[in-house]
């Protein structure tokens, strides 16, 4: 490697990695710092005033900012856990109907789930908020020719935040199931074709051979659901504003309503702050989890 | 499968590959399900779109128009402007997609084709920033680019996001398939970097780039946290998913559900018919960068 070589590689670095440093890692470290200061985002940054941990005792505290952030942070677990719980069986499922080649049309199948995730969130929210219309619906009007009664869907506190995960997840789904289909194509048919001639049923191959070695891919699935979920936001800024009595306030939603709109950048920041630190925690948990079971 | 002068196709019946058996019509089934499941919302809303506002609100809900009018497609221009919207969205996403692919080839050929210290390091934090819910950020993004005195324009929305982690990880993938010798070969020759990149490897990779440059117009064309929060209030900068919002709260109480999904339907006809036509590198790249790897 000659020096001109050693500058060229700079010059190819420097457009990314300036950018990438000065617009995510630079406000990441400044997060971090103005979670331990009291601060209001319509000022400067040479206005904030140290607090140490002040900002953490508080979201974490008695007063209303701590319940309706302790609130937040568990409605966006709870909605995390609904997706992954939804998403990883049913992109498992719809993976095995795209990928299999006894019946055509998979691969038109697979565009057509993969249409949704192309569309934006916003579009997807204000369609879904019709679709479950109490009265002029058509899910309440479909339920009810199965004998089912019509559901409040986004209008009560019970049903309000998996209503949204089911409008989340059917817009996802697509992708997920390309991921299955892309761990499924590497599962070598020598395995089914021995497995086979041993007698296993199909049943038998899907939980020795295919769920086994889509192990890796749904871990990699795992991890992207999750951080999808807690991004979500249009929904709820749009339809239910976090409401019903604050059922759908989830975390991205509460942190700019916070720290953009009432200009608590310090409280806004801290929520940040643990909203990072929970992800990093659940997403280690998940990989200790996925090695453990790798080690038996 | 089928016997040497036998009547039957080979493909056999309808959609079966061959002659169908009871499982088969249960896997037939269940396609048609997920498929019509998958189509619905989007097809209501181009039905609604073509109701009358009475339609919209009738119970229980009409599933087709009586007569379809695409009276609401023109009544949505005297609510928002949609010509300009749809401008402001191109506009963000066609320049940050442009910067994307930029940045991510120069990176993503440096990372795959040259040893430096620190080559694992530096892209293994760039890696991690992939992982980094945007919420994260916000606050103190928000304030930088007030402080340089972007907030209010389509600037402050795109500068930020000239690179990112996803492009750069997916060139390095693909270029570093593309064979030294021929790099070599050009260095022999006296080509610059630069020139070797653009000239010779980025042609070799036009199927990643193509997909690159799809998913980041089709995020940015969607993307809605970040305009929101640093358009505030400046409407005329607001690209189409954000001015769908005020048709919404235009919209509320009174009976204009036909508007709503008319400027729905706007909204998505773009990035839709962009994946009609290009869906074969979404799928690839998506398939190479995610878990191949």
Partial sequence: MTRTHQHSVWMMLTPAVSLIGAFIVVPMVLTVWLSLQDWSTQTGFQTAEFVGLDNFREIFGATSVGRDFKGALVNTALYTLMSVALILPVSVGLGLLVYQRNVAGGNALRTILFSTYMVPMIAVALVWSKLYSPSEGPINQMLGWLGIGPQPWLSSPSTALVSIVVLNVWQQIGYFTVLVVAGLTQIPTSLYEAATIDGADGRQQFTAITLPLLKRTLLFSAVIAIINAVQVFEPVALITQGGPVGSTNVLTYHIRRVGIERAQGGLGSAMAVTLMLSLIVVIFALFAFARKGDDE | ?293
Avoid: C
Wanted: charged content about 10%; aromatic content about 10%; cysteine-free.
């Fill in chain 2, 1 to 293: 499968m089928s016997a040497a002068g036998e009547w039957r196709p080979r493909r056999g019946l309808f959609f079966f590959r061959s002659r169908p058996t009871s499982g088969d019509y249960i896997v037939a089934t269940l396609m048609l399900v997920v498929a019509v499941a998958s189509a619905f919302p989007l097809v209501w809303m181009v039905l609604s779109s073509l109701k009358t506002p009475a339609e919209t609100m009738q119970v229980p809900p009409a599933w087709l128009p009586e007569s379809p009018s695409l009276e609401a497609f023109g009544k949505v221009s005297g609510v928002i402007n949609v010509g300009r919207s749809m401008l402001n969205s191109a506009v963000i996403a066609a320049i940050t997609t442009a910067g994307i692919i930029v940045t991510s080839l120069m990176a993503g050929y440096a990372f795959a084709k040259h040893r430096f210290h620190g080559r694992n390091a530096l892209f293994a934090l760039l890696i991690a920033t992939m992982f980094l819910p945007p919420i994260v950020t916000l606050i103190p993004l928000y304030r930088m680019i007030g402080t340089i005195g972007l907030d209010g324009s389509l600037a402050g929305v795109v500068l930020p996001n000239l690179a990112n982690a996803f492009g750069i990880f997916l060139m390095r993938q693909f270029i570093a398939g593309v064979p030294d010798d021929l790099i070599d070969a050009a260095r022999m020759d006296g080509a610059s970097e630069m020139r070797i990149l653009f000239v010779i490897v980025a042609p070799l990779v036009t199927p990643a780039v193509a997909a690159l440059a799809l998913f980041a117009f089709v995020y940015h064309w969607n993307s809605y946290l970040w305009p929101l929060t640093v358009l505030q209030g400046n409407a005329d900068q607001y690209p189409i998913v954000i001015s769908l919002s005020r048709l919404l709260s235009y919209n509320r109480g009174a009976m204009n559900t036909n508007l709503v999904m008319a400027g729905a339907t706007l909204a998505v006809l773009p990035p839709l018919v962009l994946f009609v036509f290009l869906q074969r590198f979404f799928v690839d790249s998506i398939v190479s960068s995610g878990v191949k790897g």
